[in-house]
C-alpha cells in the first residue's frame, strides 16, 4: 500500500469518527471539535489529492494544497465564531442541554 | 547517511508516540498536556532529522515554528482553571 | 574527515535518542506530575539538544546551521517557561507536601 | 521503512481522534484535539506540502486550542458535560458513520487513472508571476480571487463575533486573556519570545515568495506572539471602538482589491498583474495582509466586547 493510500483511508476514518461525535455529543462545544474532526479529514483528502497529483517537477499538485490552506483559515475563523456564539448563548440564559435554564443575567440594560 | 536519519526519525516518532500513553491516563490535564509538549518538541526532532535527511530545508522552518508555539498550550492551559475567572466576568454569576 | 563527522552525527544523535528514550520511560513510570515534568525537560533540552548537535555537520549551508541552533535555543527557553507554568498548575491544583 | 512511520503515524492519529470523541472531559478533549493537529502537521510533512504543515502547525498547535482552551475556561462554571444519548442511538449513530467513512474509504480506493493534476498548468505559468513557490503563485495569482474572498470571510467572522457583544459593552474591549495567577515565567516568556516572533513571521511572509511560508502563516505567528502578551497582561485586548483598529482589519484586503482594480487599468482584468510588476505587487498585498491577518486572528481569539468602553 502506497502512503497517500493509507492517508486517504486515515481521513475516511477521521470524517467517521468526527461525524460519531457530532452526533453522540450533546453539548455544542463538544460538537465544534468534533465537526472541526471532520474537517481535519476533509482537507487529508486535498493532501492525498495534491500528492497522487505531483507531476511537473512538483512533489505534489500546489493547486488542493493551496485550497486545503484556505480551508484551514476559514475552518479557524468558523470555530472563533462558533465559540463566540456558544458563550453569548448561555450568558444570555439559554438552557444547557440536559439541565434547567440558568437564571437570565442583568447584561442587557 | 539519510537511511540512518529517516530510522531515526521514526525512532523518535515512536518514543513520543508511546509518550501520548501519558495523555490517556492522565490524570490531571498537567499530565495530558505533558504529552503535547514532548509530542512538540520530538515533532521539531523529526522535522529536522527529515529536512536534512531528504535534503527539503524549507521543513526546518516548520521545526522553528513548532518551536516558537510550543509553550503556547502550557499557556493556555492556565487560562483553563476551574474558578478562573475573566476580568468582565459576564455571565458567571 | 567526512567519515569522522558522519562517526560523529551518528554518536550524537543516537545520544539524542537515549535522552528521547528516557523522557519517554519518565513521563510513563514516575509516579506524580513533579517528576514526570522533570523527565520531559530532559526530552525537550538535551534530546533536541543533542540531535541539533549531531545534524550540524550535516547542513548544508550556514543558513540552515544557524537555523537549528536558533531551533535548540527557542526550545530551551519555552521548554523551560512552559514546565515551570506547568509546574505551577501542577502546584496550585494538588496542593503537595 | 519510510511505510512504518507513515503507520505508526497514522496510529497515533486515529488514537488521538477516537480519545478526542470519547474522553469525558471536555478540556481533555480539547488537548488531544491538539495532539491531532502536531500529528497532522507531521502528516502534511510526509506528503511534500511544507506550506500546509506550516499552517496547521500555527493553527492545530497555536490558535484553535486556544480558542478552545479559552472557552472551556468561560464555560466550566456554568455548563455541565452532557448526557450521552442511550446505547440504541450509539450503535445507530456508529453505524451510519462507519458507512460514511467506508464509502470515502471506497472513493480513496478506486481513484482514476491518470490522477487529475493542474501541477503541469501551474509549473508552466510561473515564470509569468516571478515567484518560486507555486503555492504562493496559486493563491496569489492563478486563484487570487478566492484567497480574496478568504480575506473578506476573515473580516465577516471579526464583525460576526463583535456583534454578538450585549448592548451595554459596545466600543469596549475584550474580556481579559490575562491569567488569574501571576507568573513570573509567564511574564519572561512574554517579554523575551515576541521579539523573536516576530522575526520569524516577517521572515515567513517575506519567504513565502519562493519557499514555504507566506501571509497566513507569518500572519498566524504574529497573532500568537500578540495574544502571548496579552495573557501575561503586557498588553490589553484593544476596545472595538478604535478607528485605527479597524482600518487594519480592513488594510490587508483593501490593498488586495486596490491592486485587484490597478490591474483592470494596467492589464485589463480584475486582479490580473502585469508580468513586469507582478512580484512587486504580490510581495506588498502578502505584506498587507499578512499585518491584517494578525490583527484579526488575535481578535477573533479575544472574542466579542465584555467591558463598557472607557470615557
Request: some cysteine; aromatic content about 6%; proline content about 7%.
Amino acid at each position: 500500500m502506497s502512503a497517500p493510500t493509507l492517508y486517504g483511508l486515515c481521513a475516511a476514518a477521521l470524517v467517521g469518527i468526527g461525524l460519531f461525535g457530532l452526533i453522540l455529543h450533546p453539548t455544542p462545544l463538544r460538537k465544534v471539535i468534533s465537526f472541526n474532526l471532520v474537517g481535519c479529514g476533509a482537507f487529508l483528502f486535498f493532501g492525498i489529492a495534491a500528492r497522487r497529483g505531483a507531476g511537473a517537477g512538483f512533489a505534489g499538485d500546489p493547486i488542493p494544497q493551496a485550497l486545503v490552506i484556505t480551508g484551514i483559515v476559514v475552518a479557524f475563523a468558523a470555530t472563533a465564531l462558533a465559540v463566540a456564539l456558544i458563550l453569548r448563548m448561555l450568558e444570555a440564559g439559554a438552557s444547557t442541554v440536559d439541565a434547567k435554564p440558568l437564571p437570565p443575567d442583568d447584561l442587557s440594560p | 547517511m539519510p537511511e540512518f536519519l529517516y530510522a531515526a526519525a521514526a525512532l523518535v516518532l515512536l518514543l513520543t508516540g508511546l509518550g501520548l500513553m501519558r495523555m490517556l491516563w492522565g490524570p490531571s490535564p498537567a499530565d495530558r498536556l505533558m504529552a503535547a509538549q514532548l509530542l512538540g518538541t520530538g515533532g521539531g526532532a523529526i522535522a529536522l532529522l527529515i529536512a536534512i535527511a531528504s535534503g527539503t530545508m524549507a521543513i526546518i522552518d516548520i521545526a522553528l515554528t513548532l518551536a516558537l508555539l510550543a509553550a503556547f498550550a502550557a499557556v493556555a492551559l492556565t487560562l483553563g482553571e476551574p474558578g478562573t475567572k475573566t476580568r468582565a466576568g459576564e455571565g458567571e454569576q | 574527515m567526512s567519515v569522522v563527522l558522519d562517526a560523529f552525527t551518528v554518536i550524537t544523535v543516537t545520544a539524542g535518542l537515549v535522552f528521547f528514550l528516557a523522557g519517554t520511560v519518565g513521563l510513563l513510570r514516575f509516579p506524580d506530575a513533579l517528576t514526570r515534568l522533570h523527565a520531559l525537560t530532559k526530552a525537550d533540552n538535551l534530546g533536541l539538544g543533542l540531535i541539533v548537535l549531531g545534524l550540524l555537520p550535516q547542513c548544508p549551508d550556514i543558513t540552515s546551521a544557524l537555523k537549528l541552533i536558533a531551533i535548540w535555543v527557542l526550545v530551551q527557553f519555552a521548554g523551560a517557561s512552559a514546565s515551570q507554568l506547568i509546574a505551577q498548575f501542577v502546584r496550585r491544583n494538588e496542593p503537595g507536601p | 521503512m519510510s511505510l512504518l512511520v507513515d503507520l505508526v503515524l497514522v496510529a497515533l492519529i486515529l488514537m488521538a481522534a477516537v480519545w478526542t470523541v470519547l474522553v469525558r472531559d471536555r478540556r481533555d478533549a480539547v488537548i488531544a484535539f491538539i495532539v491531532l493537529g502536531l500529528l497532522l502537521s507531521l502528516v502534511w510533512m510526509r506528503l511534500y506540502a511544507v506550506d500546509v504543515a506550516l499552517t496547521e502547525a500555527a493553527v492545530g498547535g497555536g490558535a484553535t486550542g486556544l480558542v478552545l482552551l479559552r472557552a472551556c475556561a468561560r464555560l466550566l462554571p456554568v455548563e455541565a458535560e452532557g448526557r450521552l444519548p442511550g446505547p440504541g442511538t450509539q450503535i445507530a449513530a456508529g453505524l451510519l458513520s462507519a458507512i460514511a467513512a467506508a464509502g470515502l474509504a471506497a472513493v480513496v480506493l478506486s481513484p482514476p487513472v491518470p490522477y487529475p493534476s493542474l501541477a503541469a498548468l501551474a509549473a508552466e505559468n510561473i515564470h509569468q508571476v516571478g515567484l518560486g513557490n507555486p503555492v504562493t503563485a496559486v493563491l496569489l495569482a492563478y486563484r487570487s480571487l478566492d484567497t480574496l474572498l478568504e480575506k473578506v470571510v476573515l473580516v465577516l467572522a471579526v464583525i460576526g463575533v463583535w456583534a454578538l457583544t450585549p448592548d451595554a459593552f459596545w466600543g469596549g474591549a475584550p474580556g481579559s486573556l490575562k491569567s488569574k495567577h501571576a507568573s513570573g515565567a509567564l511574564d519572561l516568556l512574554a517579554r523575551v519570545l515576541p521579539p523573536f516572533g516576530i522575526v520569524v513571521g516577517i521572515y515567513l511572509v517575506w519567504n513565502g515568495a519562493d519557499h514555504p511560508g507566506g501571509t497566513f502563516q507569518g500572519g498566524t505567528v504574529l497573532a500568537a506572539m500578540w495574544l502571548l502578551m496579552m495573557m501575561a497582561d503586557l498588553a490589553d485586548p484593544p476596545e472595538i471602538r478604535l478607528k485605527r483598529l479597524r482600518r487594519l482589519v480592513v488594510f490587508g484586503p483593501a490593498v488586495f482589491i486596490a491592486a485587484g482594480f490597478a490591474g483592470i487599468f494596467m492589464s485589463g482584468w480584475f486582479l490580473s498583474y502585469p508580468p513586469d510588476y507582478a512580484k512587486p505587487i504580490i510581495v506588498a498585498v502578502e505584506a498587507a495582509l499578512a499585518l491584517s491577518i494578525a490583527v484579526i486572528l488575535g481578535l477573533l481569539v479575544a472574542g466579542p466586547a465584555a467591558e463598557p468602553p472607557k470615557r
